[in-house]
């Protein structure tokens, strides 16, 4: 039979992993904020960013996809950085809400398997 501490343990190790995923991704999206913020006067750069982040899985929308974005004028591209930007901390603000406080349950586990249940 499996023990009280021995479920919520695999929780909590579950929940572990999930706010480490978490974490990464938190990190993954300020690094692209920043990195917006710092090349919002590159255009080029900017140009590049947008072009590959945008896929949608079919080649010629993609090459239209392109074309359009290169014939944006730089004010065009500084709008769509701006817009991806705010996109990305709407998504930071959804994965951060994603955390599971767990450290409950690591002293719940820790007082079962001190009990030895």
Request: with cysteine; aromatic share 10%; hydrophobic share 40%.
């Amino acid at each position: 039979m499996i023990k009280p501490s021995d479920f919520l343990e695999a929780f909590d190790k579950t929940a572990d992993i999930i706010n480490l995923w978490t974490d990464f991704r938190r990190q993954e999206i300020i690094d692209d904020i920043l990195w917006l913020d710092q090349n919002y006067e590159n255009i080029d750069a900017l140009r590049g960013y947008i072009l590959n982040h945008v896929d949608f899985k079919n080649k010629i929308a993609n090459m239209d996809y392109a074309r359009k974005v290169l014939g944006y004028s730089d004010t065009k591209i500084q709008q769509l950085a701006e817009l991806w930007a705010n996109c990305l901390y709407a998504e930071l603000r959804n994965v951060q809400s994603g955390r599971i406080e767990n450290k409950p349950l690591k002293i719940i586990v820790h007082e079962l398997k001190a009990q030895g249940r």
